[in-house]
């Protein structure tokens, strides 16, 4: 075992170096080259071209000269926090366009600047309108007419009664209030122009318009948004999506106020994968009562997260990822470190939940465990350091000096 185990520290030193190739011999580290070169072999491969791995014994004074740790495959539970950069947007509910459904002029703009606050039912803007002129007129024709039929005339009063209400109607349509078309029925004027209101308390997001301005049927004139509740949306990758779902708890941290955390759950996660990250939305929802989180500004949402309850783990610098297999040493009763191809699970703070391949109370191998693994694929081979260990010396080179000829 002695020359083995100078070999794997000075597979270490190579390791450690990155595994400089030898020039020698393409795609093999200098440590691997001076072991082949001892009569080594870097060991046989099985039907899928995976290194064969056998069984190996570390005696207590090798594995502290090595380094080699061990640990026991315990049951716990295992919690992770999921971190994804979030932005603050509008919600989309609170969102409300002021279009006009019919064609005119601004008159006046009472609310003039974008982010300006305005209240339920304050005036916006006065819209001129010559058709808006004409459904009032008919409106008031039609009170006049239905206040000259008495109730008792039949046809006729229930003919004028469905003229006013038409034009009632009409006017509903294009977004005047019934207050307004109160107001014109009680005056009995027309007016030149109507107003329009906000139909709620909220921020000026966009305002479109000017003074004087023609605007046509179905442009937007202002976008206002009630900020008192907002929405953050970041994107979580594909493979920690399991843990994030409907309902699920998280918090955020806005990065102008560091240290400010906000307890939130998950409103909404969207149905499709981004191709190209893998990752997928999801959605939070925060009550915004002090209006300090604006739409545009940058979160940072954290979910903790319970990866599984009463569940197999190891350290995860205890297993050996090939490409090909998942793989653990585990020492029996003997003491010998048997090679054992594992499942993994999600990993969480350094550790790694075991779906199969172990079980509670083994003993496995905790660190140092790549040179284990360098000596367990030597012990596969035919040639491996185990010949040297039996005293095997390397058959001498004939001498190829030879003495000069003479030449007449």
Not at 103 to 126: C, M, W, Y
Not at 321 to 331: A, K, L, Q
Request: glycine share 10%.
């Amino acid at each position: 075992m002695k020359l083995t185990k100078l070999w794997l520290i000075g597979l270490a030193a190579g390791v450690a170096c990155g595994g400089t190739e030898d020039e020698g011999m393409p795609g093999m580290t200098a440590a691997e080259h001076a072991a082949m070169s001892a009569g080594g072999t870097a060991g046989e491969v099985d039907s899928t071209g995976a290194a064969v791995r056998q069984p190996v014994h570390l005696s207590a004074e090798d594995a502290r000269t090595l380094g080699v740790t061990y640990a026991t495959v315990t049951r716990e539970t295992l919690e992770k926090t999921i971190r994804t950069v979030g932005r603050v947007e509008a919600a989309e509910p609170r969102i409300a366009d002021i279009t006009p459904k019919i064609d005119g002029f601004i008159e006046d703009l009472f609310v003039n600047s974008t982010g300006e606050a305005v209240e339920r039912g304050q005036p916006l803007l006065n819209l001129y309108s010559p058709r808006l002129v004409a459904a009032q007129e008919e409106l008031l024709t039609a009170l006049r007419m239905a206040a000259r039929i008495d109730s008792g005339s039949g046809e006729p009063w229930s003919n004028a009664q469905a003229m006013l209400a038409a034009a009632r109607r009409r006017l509903e349509y294009w977004d005047i209030t019934q207050e307004q078309i109160a107001q014109i029925e009680r005056t009995g004027e027309v007016t030149k122009t109507l107003t329009f209101v906000a139909p709620f308390s909220g921020i000026v997001l966009e305002k479109d318009v000017f003074d004087g301005q023609q605007v046509m049927s179905g442009m937007r004139m202002y976008r206002i948004a009630d900020l008192s509740e907002v929405w953050v949306e970041g994107d979580v990758f594909e493979q920690d999506l399991q843990f994030v779902q409907l309902g699920t708890q998280a918090h955020i941290e806005a990065a102008a106020y560091p240290g400010e955390h906000r307890m939130v759950r998950v409103s909404f996660v969207y149905p499709t994968i981004d191709a190209q990250s893998r990752t997928n939305r999801v959605r939070v929802t925060v009550p915004n009562r002090d209006m300090r989180l604006k739409p545009g500004m940058y979160t940072t949402i954290y979910f903790d997260v319970v990866i599984g309850r009463d569940v197999l783990a190891v350290p995860r610098d205890a297993i050996v990822i090939t490409g090909e297999r998942n793989i653990v040493f585990v020492r029996d009763a003997d003491g010998m470190l048997q090679p054992r191809e594992i499942v993994m699970g999600p990993a969480a703070l350094g550790r790694v939940q075991i779906l199969g391949g172990l079980t509670e109370g083994e003993t496995i191998v905790a660190s140092a465990n790549f040179l284990v693994d360098a000596e367990s694929r030597l012990a596969g081979g035919a040639g491996s350091m185990a010949g040297m260990q039996h005293g095997v010396e390397p058959v001498a080179e004939p001498d190829t000096t030879s003495s000069e000829h003479e030449h007449d």
